[in-house]
C-alpha cells in the first residue's frame, strides 16, 4: 500500500478484556517498530521485527503484551487482560532500513474503561 | 534524565512569526528525525538529517553534532502549522531499539 495502515483507528475495551491491533507496513519495508505513546507523552519504543524476527522487545512493559509478525509483513499487537495504564496511541512505523526514513500509521487509539 | 530534551514545551506565537524549536540529545546518534503530529492525526517526517542544515518550503532544520543540537525553525509562521513537533534520534550503537523520541513541543498559531 501507499502507506503504513492500522487498526483499529479507535479502541475502547473493558478492563481485563484482550485486544489486538493491526498494522500493514509498506509493501517490501524489511523494519517494522511499534511504539507506545501516552498522552502528552513522546512515543516510547515497544518492540522492533526485521522481516519476520522479533529482534527487540525490551520495550514491551509486561508479559501481557505479545507482538507478532508471521510472514515478514502484517503485524499484530496483542494486549491480554488490559488495564487501565494500557491506555494510550499505539503507532506502528516501518522502514526499508532503520537508519533511513521512517513511514508512520495514524495510530490506534485504545482506551480501557 | 530524558536522552531528548526538547524545548520549549509549549509556544504559541502569532501567524507570520519566526519559530524555533530546539533539541538536544545526550547520545552519541547516527541521525535525527523531525516530525510533526497533528491532533488525532498520524505522525509525518519532516527531516532526517546526521549534519548541516535541510529546508523544505517555509521548514528549516540544522543539527550540530559537536554540540548535540538541533533546531527546527519555522519562517512566515501559519495557523495550518499548528501540531506537536518531536525531535527523535536514532543511536550510533548499532541497537534494533529504532527512534527515542523526545516529548514533543506543542505549537499554537494565531491568526
Request: with cysteine.
Amino acid at each position: 500500500g501507499a502507506g503504513v495502515s492500522q487498526s483499529p483507528r479507535y479502541k475502547v475495551a473493558k478492563r481485563g478484556q484482550d485486544v489486538a491491533l493491526r498494522c500493514d507496513p509498506i509493501s517490501g519495508h524489511v523494519s517494522l517498530f511499534w511504539y507506545q505513546q501516552a498522552l502528552g507523552q513522546g512515543p516510547e519504543f515497544l518492540t522492533y521485527f526485521q522481516n519476520e524476527a522479533q529482534l527487540d522487545k525490551s520495550g514491551l512493559p509486561s508479559d501481557r503484551f505479545f507482538a507478532e509478525r508471521p510472514e515478514g509483513s502484517v503485524s499484530t499487537l496483542k494486549i491480554q487482560r488490559t488495564q487501565q495504564e494500557d491506555s494510550a496511541v499505539y503507532l506502528c512505523a516501518s522502514s526499508s532500513d532503520r537508519n533511513y526514513g521512517y513511514t508512520f500509521g495514524s495510530g490506534t487509539r485504545l482506551t480501557v474503561v | 534524565k530524558n536522552e531528548v530534551e526538547q524545548s520549549p514545551q509549549n509556544l504559541t506565537a502569532q501567524e507570520g512569526e519566526f519559530i524555533t524549536i530546539n533539541c538536544s540529545y545526550s547520545v552519541g546518534i547516527s541521525a535525527l528525525h523531525w516530525l510533526q503530529q497533528h491532533p488525532g492525526g498520524g505522525i509525518v517526517s519532516l527531516f532526517m538529517l546526521s549534519s548541516g542544515k535541510k529546508k523544505h518550503g517555509r521548514l528549516i532544520a540544522t543539527i550540530n553534532i559537536q554540540e548535540k543540537h538541533s533546531s527546527l525553525h519555522i519562517t512566515a509562521s501559519h495557523p495550518r502549522d499548528s501540531a506537536v513537533y518531536i525531535c527523535a534520534v536514532i543511536g550510533s550503537g548499532g541497537g534494533a531499539d529504532g527512534l527515542t523520541f523526545g516529548k514533543g513541543t506543542h505549537l499554537i498559531i494565531q491568526p
